[in-house]
């Protein structure tokens, strides 16, 4: 059913133990070690761009989790209406979760197509429950031998079996029978023992160290959260602890696999999140550098603060206009000053007549004569 994962992965597998049984010898442990290790190189360097788009994703999630945490918390009660708002924002920043989690589980069935692939060169013994090519049946030593493993030949298949890591075969596992490393020749397990033990040692190791350098590059807001938290544990500590007990019940391929895999990660993780730290240095030195240009100097006021244009000058004179002088006079001096306003002469012809004036002379005022009265008096 998974011959679409079994067929790729023994095909690259193949692919490198050509080059380097070319050099090394076809039987030669070393040149089929090179091959796995170099399986996961060929497979990591395909899934580069999906881990640089995962740690971007990573980041991204980190800086908007304030405003995911609002949101959980205003839609607390209404899921569809949370999902849709976090739909929303996702669409908004341009960011989508799952490209975070696409590395993991790309690589995922490589994992199980390795597996599958180095345990099939070992179909002897109870392996009847690991099912080959559609059968389940188990294989003598000579079938085996004799037995292409998809698309490794025969003499493929006599190479690995035949090929030992220090005298350890590739596809033995600390857990197996006799009678199953009796397809391997005569093998010991002391010698098994020898190989995987330290393997699997510095595998965990290895896990430890590479889960170490991701958290540590955690935001603070991230990494208290409580989630994140249980996380980050289960990543420092569990894993590595899951790679020394399950270690005994893995091919020694396998923890070459797993070793190489987190060495190429703990490299590739120093690299990418440098290479991200100096593209968000530039942008910072270019937004500073961006305001200090456009922004005015101390001590000097804007042109032009509003945006809108100042109106031209008919003289084509650069200095502002003279203000009219104000005068300083008290409010007396100023109504002194001012014209005593014109009185409309509102009286009816006749009554002009009648007091021996003409009709269009006005009357005279009435407070420039009382001084002359008084004068009168006086005499």
Request: with cysteine; aromatic share 8%.
């Amino acid at each position: 059913m998974l011959n679409f994962i079994y067929y790729p992965v023994s095909a690259i597998l193949w692919f490198w133990h050509k080059i380097f049984g070319f050099v090394l010898g076809s039987s030669s442990g070393v040149a089929w070690a090179l091959s796995v290790i170099f399986l996961v190189f060929t497979l990591r360097a395909v899934l580069y761009r999906p881990f640089v788009k995962q740690i971007r994703t990573q980041r991204q999630m980190q800086e908007f989790q304030p405003q995911i945490k609002a949101l959980q918390k205003k839609y607390k009660g209404d899921k569809q209406r949370l999902a849709l708002e976090m739909q929303k924002l996702q669409k908004e920043h341009g960011f989508n979760p799952v490209a975070g989690c696409l590395p993991v589980l790309l690589q995922a069935p490589v994992f199980i197509g390795l597996f599958h692939v180095l345990r099939s060169f070992n179909r002897t013994g109870s392996m009847a429950h690991v099912p080959f090519m559609g059968s389940t049946a188990p294989m003598t030593i000579e079938q085996n031998r004799n037995t292409a493993n998809y698309v490794f030949n025969v003499d493929d298949v006599r190479s690995f079996l035949d090929a030992k890591l220090f005298g350890a075969p590739l596809s033995s596992m600390l857990t197996q029978t006799q009678e199953q490393l009796a397809a391997f020749g005569h093998v010991d397990k002391v010698h098994i023992a020898l190989v995987a033990v330290p393997l699997m040692v510095i595998a965990s190791i290895a896990t430890h160290f590479t889960a170490r350098a991701s958290v540590a590059r955690q935001s603070a807001t991230a990494a208290a959260n409580p989630q994140s938290a249980i996380m980050n544990k289960l990543v420092l500590w569990v894993f590595p602890l899951g790679v020394l007990v399950g270690g005994p019940f893995l091919p020694v391929a396998i923890l070459l696999y797993w070793l190489s895999n987190n060495g190429w990660t703990l490299v590739q993780q120093h690299y990418v999140f440098g290479k991200i730290a100096e593209e968000d240095e530039a942008k910072k030195q270019e937004t500073v550098e961006r305001r200090s240009t456009t922004a005015p100097k101390p001590g000097v006021r804007p042109d032009n603060p509003k945006g809108r244009k100042p109106k031209p000058d008919p003289a084509g004179d650069s200095a502002p206009p003279e203000l009219p002088a104000v005068d300083s006079s008290t409010p007396v001096e100023l109504e002194k000053k001012s014209p005593p306003p014109a009185k409309l002469n509102l009286a009816k012809p006749s009554a002009a007549r009648s007091n021996g004036r003409p009709a269009g002379r006005p009357q005279a005022n009435r407070t420039q004569s009382k001084p002359a009265r008084g004068s009168r008096k006086k005499r």
